[in-house]
């Protein structure tokens, strides 16, 4: 009997991975699911914002704070040009010259932020 | 049973070789039946794999002794727990459970993989060549189905030998599972690397695919160490938790590289570096989870620990060579995929602790490697088996593991890409001084053991930088919201659940530190006492009340009640046991001990006098010990902590919107769906 049951498990197991359809076919997912370039900017994004917290906090001197702030703002500005195709590091610059003010919460900051470091929303409404 | 067994196997072992095949094939011609067809077998893998288990640990409970496993790791008064036990309690049945260890976490795999991407097939097919190894192993190598035989008829013998009684703890019945989840799971995120390399995907996606496995696998890789350092620190009978032992070393080593590969895998995600590094990790991991496996299993070394002499190693060598073969292969034919995204910018700065942190902790794991492996070593090369003990491995490893907690305290406090010396100032002044008068005040208190004044001081100064991350953090937090400072403290955890688990897990590796440099002060004497005599450890009166005679059904034996006074004043009685099993004729012993924060009162009871008239007791004090095992359970918890999603910025639970925190390693790997 067990034999018998045994038998009948290893010949469905071998049906049950031989005989696919074609509605069983999961659909593919397109080919390039991540973008380097979108991880580094996001990468940098949260880099920013962990910068702005600590610098908060009294963990950083107000040389490194504005070093790196710098470093981290070039390199966005370089990507956000890469990605956005066509738009020029100094208009990237401007553009984030302009977001001082968060237009969610209203909280202001004396240098421009990508995003707030109040709600931590971005601090443009929409991104063209 | 036997023949649902064997079948389920030889089939499971069948059809893992087809989804190698059917995987690699689909993945290479992007065919979509092919790749559907793998998963299925993966299904069809763990459900020959469950019944095979099925009809082994049925063989167990039913106490059916024409099975030779059963035979000779089981017996009719066994419990039925540890008859559930003996299920891994030998070598057979323990491979049989790695096997559905992996076929589970493979199926797990494919069920959340619902898309058909470019990394799936090459990731089926890395599990399921892992999975038909050990199919081949236990279907034709070492199987748990084997009947006891005379002539050509099967026979069965009235008990079985038993379970082996060190084995019979409750420590035993989930340690090596625990531990076989971590040794396993490791399979997981170096079967993501090895699709990654071999679909040729440039950023790091793996990582975020395989971020939380390797956390969950690292989480019961350790655990199951330190259940297994609680096993024997309970049941040895001389008090220690870690022996240096070469199996306790190759559970530690893919351990110590998974750490290094949890810290690094940070720079990745931040600076878009050390990609080379942290794909060789993470296959180091798992090679070095093999290696651990083929020591335990192949009886090249003498360990308490280890299976006997089999004819496994062979096979262990091969599937090593070709497991590294293939990596160094495509790390190789993938250089320029691991192309560094940014350069090293300062020697002071967090990229240069992580990457400190790593090469410290490869350095580990080397010397442990070397000091392991040495007596195969010197057995090939010159005939003759040199061991390697304790103190080769604490001379190397005691400094090293001071150093580490040195780069726990440094690590999180030092800035990305640069930190000047006012930064330094600002975070380590006051925990450098803290540390430093404490050491001065145990040195003024008479502590004169070097390493234990440094320890202590660096135990101090890591949780003093802890201790700021979450105040500075809290109250930043507390000024936006009004909460109060310990509910600030969860909000600032639950916003980034990574960095403060992260955190908490370190303050148990603290913990345990100061458990690991209580053993500077142990005490120990052995005495032999006649009834109503008295002896003297430390600050401890031990007075031997009666030796008595004890028996059940399993075991036979005696046990010695010790009761035990501090100047005059009665603590209470310990009754260490010596017994003797019946079924194996084995002889153990039941220590006792009187658990406290500050320090252990350990009896091992190691029989009487060769005049019969006095017990033999072994007495021990073991100070601050019991920290070990509360900072177990911290790093456990902290491990869990980042495990847990963190909360999204602007979704405070307070209502404020405010983000103090932000979200610097969290919140970007919990919006992606398919991760896991």
């Keep these: 009997m067990i034999t018998v049951a045994a038998v009948i498990l290893a010949v469905g197991a071998l049906v049950f991975t031989v005989m696919v359809r074609a509605g069983d076919v999961l659909e593919a997912e397109p080919s390039a699911p991540s973008n380097p370039d979108e991880e580094r900017l996001a990468a940098l994004e949260e880099s920013l914002r962990d910068l702005e917290f600590e610098q908060r906090v009294g963990k950083l001197s107000e040389a490194d704070y504005q070093q790196t702030r710098q470093d981290l703002e070039r390199e966005m500005a370089q990507f956000q040009a890469r990605i956005g195709g066509g738009v020029t590091q100094p208009a990237v610059e401007a553009r984030v010259a302009t977001a001082l003010v968060c237009p969610h919460c209203g909280a202001s900051f004396p240098t421009a932020l990508k995003f707030c470091g109040e709600c931590g929303r971005p601090m443009r409404r929409n991104t063209p | ?676």
């Design chain 2, 1 to 676: 049973m036997e023949n649902l067994g064997s079948i389920s196997l030889l089939v499971g072992f069948c059809l893992s070789l087809y989804a190698v095949a059917a995987s690699a094939a689909g993945g290479w011609k992007r065919n979509a039946f092919l790749v559907e067809s793998s998963r299925r077998a993966v299904y069809a893998v763990w459900v020959l794999v469950t019944a095979a288990s099925a009809a082994l640990v049925g063989a167990l409970l039913a106490d059916d002794f024409r099975f030779a496993y059963v035979a000779s790791n089981s017996n009719r008064s066994l419990a039925a727990a540890y008859k559930f036990a003996a299920w891994w309690g030998g070598q057979e049945g323990s491979l049989l459970f790695w096997n559905w260890v992996l076929a589970s976490y493979a199926a797990l795999v494919v069920r959340l993989r619902r898309t058909h991407d470019a990394l799936t097939p090459w990731v089926t097919a890395t599990l399921m060549a892992t999975q038909g190894f050990f199919l081949l192993l236990n279907a034709f190598v070492a199987s748990p189905f084997r009947m006891l035989a005379v002539g050509r008829g099967i026979t069965e013998v009235p008990d079985g030998t038993g379970l082996n009684p060190l084995l019979q703890h409750w420590a035993m019945i989930i340690h090596p599972p625990v531990l076989y989840l971590g040794y396993v799971g490791f399979t997981v995120p170096f079967a993501f690397a090895v699709a990654s390399l071999a679909a040729r995907q440039p950023g790091h996606e793996w990582i975020h695919l395989t971020r939380r496995w390797t956390i969950v696998t690292w989480l019961f890789q350790g655990g199951g160490i330190l259940l297994g350092a609680a096993w024997a620190y309970a049941v040895l009978g001389w008090g220690g938790y870690w022996g240096w032992d070469p199996v306790e070393n190759a559970s530690l080593l893919p351990w110590l590289t998974a750490t290094a590969f949890l810290h690094s895998v940070m720079m990745q995600e931040r600076r878009g570096m050390m990609k080379i590094w942290n794909v060789v990790l993470i296959s180091c991991t798992f090679l070095l989870s093999i290696l651990g496996t083929f020591l335990t299993r192949s009886g090249v070394v003498s360990s308490v620990h280890a299976f006997g002499k089999s004819p496994l190693g062979s096979y262990f060598v091969v599937f090593l060579g070709l497991a590294l073969a293939v990596t160094i292969y495509l790390i190789l034919s993938r250089l320029e995929y691991l192309k560094p995204e940014a350069r090293l910018q300062s020697v002071v700065s967090r990229e240069s602790s992580f990457l400190l942190n790593g090469l410290i902790l490869l350095l580990v794991c080397f010397a442990i490697l070397w000091g392991t492996l040495y007596p195969l070593i010197s057995e090939v090369f010159s005939g003759e088996k040199m061991t390697v003990g304790p103190p080769y491995f604490n001379r190397v490893n005691i400094p090293a593991g001071l150093f580490l907690l040195l780069l726990t305290g440094i690590g999180p406090l030092v800035a990305w890409r640069r930190a000047s010396p006012d930064s330094l100032r600002r975070n380590f002044l006051w925990p450098l001084a803290a540390a430093l008068v404490l050491a001065a005040g145990l040195f003024a208190a008479g502590v004169r053991h070097p390493y234990a004044l440094v320890s202590f001081g660096l135990c101090l100064f890591v949780t003093w930088t802890i201790g700021s991350e979450f105040y500075r953090g809290a109250r930043a937090i507390q000024a936006r919201t009004r909460q109060n400072l310990p509910a600030a403290a969860v909000e600032l955890a639950r916003r980034n659940t990574r960095r403060h688990g992260g955190y908490i897990v370190h303050l148990g590796v603290v913990l345990m530190f100061v458990g690991f440099t209580g053993s500077a002060f142990n005490q120990e004497a052995t005495v032999e006492l006649k009834p109503a005599a008295q002896a003297r450890l430390g600050h401890y009166e031990l007075r031997l009340a009666s030796v008595r005679p004890v028996e059940n059904e399993n075991y036979a034996g005696q046990t010695a009640l010790v009761e035990v006074s501090q100047n005059g004043r009665p603590l209470g009685s310990l009754r260490p046991e010596r017994r003797l099993y019946k079924s194996g004729g084995q002889t153990t012993s039941n220590v006792a001990i009187r658990r406290g924060l500050t320090e252990d009162l350990y009896l091992n009871f190691a029989g009487l006098s060769e005049d019969n008239q006095r017990a033999v007791l072994q007495a021990y004090v073991f100070p601050l010990v019991s920290w070990i095992w509360i900072g177990s359970v911290v790093l456990v918890l902290g491990g869990c902590i980042c495990l847990v999603p963190s909360a999204k910025p602007g979704h405070s639970r307070t209502g404020s919107g405010g983000a103090e925190s932000p979200h610097p390693e969290g919140t970007r790997a919990e919006a992606r769906p398919t991760r896991h």
